[in-house]
């Protein structure tokens, strides 16, 4: 009713139940017996110079169409916000569409931290595709069925390298790709033997491949060897377009705008409240300092 279809309940299930770092918080809204508001906090895990905490990620933001812009939203958000402290999970982190941004800001005090743009590659791009921009011998990239665990080294050799980043071992991947029961993702690495040196995943959406997550070791070409697997699978699967969120202090992303990738619409808010002060304002709130994909939004 509140987004025009129906919500499948596997995925409520999977999103707010089997989450491997928790329960979900869901605060719920009645007038009566009639449900009229929804929002749930899915428990990450948050790395934040070199220790971990736990941040909630806001998502299953519902209004009855009948009971909006009566405050039902900014209400459910301040009894659930208590909820959090309670709970030990330091910071609300959302991803707000037009309508629960400026509530979330006006009434509950969230702050802004980013607008987040798509960065996106038009195709076929046949110079990319060529050389992957680089005249650097390309790295071995392979495309796997599901995550293993040699994931989980890679998380541990790349964790410290980023100030702010959500977990991402390999439970963690296989629950929030593999396990979703509404989208496909595809799985694709970089090995070098035994070992990885980053992975890419990507989901098709309409006419266009979003790359939902990256993660390498501290090596462009890695970087840009799976950035251009996943762009000639876009364009063999007949794609018009690769898309990602990549931060503009990524050595990558300055690599791969030279290379013909452009900031574009669809523009993400992203925002964040402190529910204790166990974190620094002028860390969390500082967008240069997070390193966030797509596949930390519920969206993608």
Not at 46 to 73: A, E, F, K
Not at 125 to 138: D, N
Not at 213 to 221: A, G, I, R, S
């Amino acid at each position: 009713m509140s987004f025009g279809h129906e919500l499948p309940e596997a995925r409520w299930r999977w999103r707010y139940r089997d989450n491997p770092s928790g329960l979900a918080l869901i605060e719920l809204a009645w007038h009566g017996d009639i449900l009229v508001g929804h929002r749930a906090q899915t428990p990450v895990v948050l790395r934040v110079q070199g220790r971990d905490y736990r941040v909630g990620i806001t998502g299953g933001v519902m209004t009855h169409p009948l009971y909006r812009s009566q405050g039902v939203y900014a209400r459910i958000t301040v009894v659930q916000l208590a909820r959090e402290a309670d709970a030990g999970i330091v910071m609300s982190l959302g991803f707000p569409n037009s309508l629960s941004h400026r509530v979330m800001i006006d009434r509950n005090e969230f702050r802004d931290i980013y607008e987040i743009p798509v960065f996106r590659l038009g195709l076929p791009a046949p110079s990319f595709l060529a050389e992957g921009g680089s005249h650097l011998q390309p790295r071995h990239v392979v495309e796997l069925a599901a995550f293993d665990q040699r994931f989980d080294r890679l998380w541990e050799r790349v964790r410290d390298d980023y100030a702010l980043i959500t977990r991402r071992d390999q439970r963690h991947l296989q629950w929030r790709y593999m396990e979703n029961p509404t989208a496909r993702y595809r799985i694709l690495v970089c090995e070098e033997g035994e070992e990885l040196l980053g992975y890419a995943v990507c989901k098709r959406y309409q006419q266009e491949l979003h790359l939902a997550d990256l993660l390498t070791v501290q090596d462009v070409q890695v970087g840009l060897s799976l950035v251009r697997q996943a762009a000639q699978m876009a364009v063999d699967g007949g794609a018009t377009a690769l898309s990602l969120w990549l931060n503009v202090s990524h050595p990558l992303h300055r690599r791969l705008e030279k290379l013909g990738f452009r900031n574009g619409e669809p523009v993400t808010y992203c925002v964040g409240k402190l529910t204790t002060p166990q974190l620094p304002e002028s860390l969390v709130f500082d967008f240069h300092n997070w390193y966030l994909t797509m596949g930390d939004s519920d969206v993608y």
